[in-house]
C-alpha cells in the first residue's frame, strides 16, 4: 500500500510562492509517475504536473506552465511542487498522486491520492 502526505498550503497574496511537498511511503512497482491535481469549488480535478519517478522528465498542464516547477528528492521519497507567480485562479484543493504505468493526466487513472492542501491566493 502507498500513502501520500501532502504539505504547504495556505494563504499567499497575488505573485506570491508557496511549495507544496509530498512524501511517500510503501511501495511502488515498476514504472511509475508522480502526479500534482487540483480542485477549485465547483469545477473538475485538473492536471497540474507530472514527474516520472525514474528518470526526472516532467510534464505541465497549460495553465501553470512556466509559473510552477515539479521536482524530486528520491532520498527523501517527496515531490514538491514549487509554485511561483501565484494567482487567484490558482486558489484550489492540490492533491499529489501516483500513477502506476504510463503517464497519462487523467486523474481517474492514477491508483494512489493524498489527503490535499489549501492552497489560496487573494487578490
Known amino acids: 500500500q502507498v500513502q501520500l502526505v501532502e504539505s504547504g498550503g495556505g494563504l499567499v497574496q497575488t505573485g506570491g510562492s508557496l511549495r507544496l511537498s509530498c512524501a511517500v511511503s510503501?511501495?511502488?512497482?515498476?514504472?511509475?509517475?508522480m502526479g500534482w491535481f487540483r480542485q477549485a469549488p465547483g469545477k473538475e480535478r485538473e492536471f497540474v504536473a507530472t514527474?516520472?519517478?525514474?528518470?526526472?522528465?516532467?510534464n505541465y498542464g497549460d495553465s501553470v506552465k512556466g509559473r510552477f516547477t515539479i521536482s524530486k528528492d528520491n532520498a527523501k521519497n517527496t515531490v514538491y511542487l514549487q509554485m511561483d507567480s501565484l494567482k487567484p485562479e490558482d486558489t484550489a484543493v492540490y492533491y499529489c498522486?501516483?500513477?502506476?504505468?504510463?503517464?497519462?493526466?487523467?486523474?481517474?487513472?492514477?491508483?494512489?491520492w493524498g489527503q490535499g492542501t489549501q492552497v489560496t491566493v487573494s487578490s
Open positions: 498522486a501516483v500513477r502506476q504505468g504510463l503517464h497519462t493526466t487523467n486523474s481517474n487513472l492514477y491508483n494512489y
Open positions: 514527474i516520472r519517478w525514474s528518470s526526472g522528465s516532467t
Open positions: 510503501g511501495r511502488t512497482y515498476g514504472t511509475y509517475y
